[in-house]
């Protein structure tokens, strides 16, 4: 029906950047949310940043003004510019958005992660 596939992680130092990106494909009528969780080593996953259809955005204390999150509604594309990148940003990064398949029926769906591991 629905896949999101993210691309654009790897591995870089601190203080580096990096952006992600996620694209939506399939049976899309429209897409409201667009959410960026990440998930660390042995802990819980958490959201990151998030974008509405009416491009109120949010994040987590932790990453305020270092991430960037956009999305282009004409591509079904969402973006997450990384910048000042710390240790602790380590994590597998994954999309997710609240997505209607049809006028009435809107659904979540999530992408298959993507690693990004922030080392020297």
């Known amino acids: 029906q629905v896949q999101l596939v993210e691309s654009g992680g790897g591995l870089v130092q601190p203080g580096g950047s990096l952006r992600l990106s996620c694209a939506a494909s399939?049976?899309?009528?429209?897409?409201?949310?667009w959410n960026w969780y990440r998930q660390g080593s042995g802990q819980q996953r958490e959201l990151v940043a998030r974008?509405?259809?009416?491009?109120?955005?949010t994040y987590v204390d932790s990453v305020k003004g270092r991430f960037t999150i956009s999305r282009d509604n004409a591509k079904n594309l969402v973006y997450l510019q990384m910048n000042s990148l710390k240790p602790e940003d380590t994590a597998v990064y994954y999309c997710?958005?609240?997505?209607?398949?049809?006028?009435?029926?809107?659904?979540?769906?999530w992408g298959q992660g993507t690693q990004v591991t922030v080392s020297s």
């Open positions: 997710n958005a609240d997505i209607k398949t049809t006028e009435w029926n809107l659904r979540n769906f």
């Open positions: 974008i509405t259809s009416g491009g109120r955005i």
């Open positions: 399939g049976n899309i009528f429209s897409i409201a949310n």
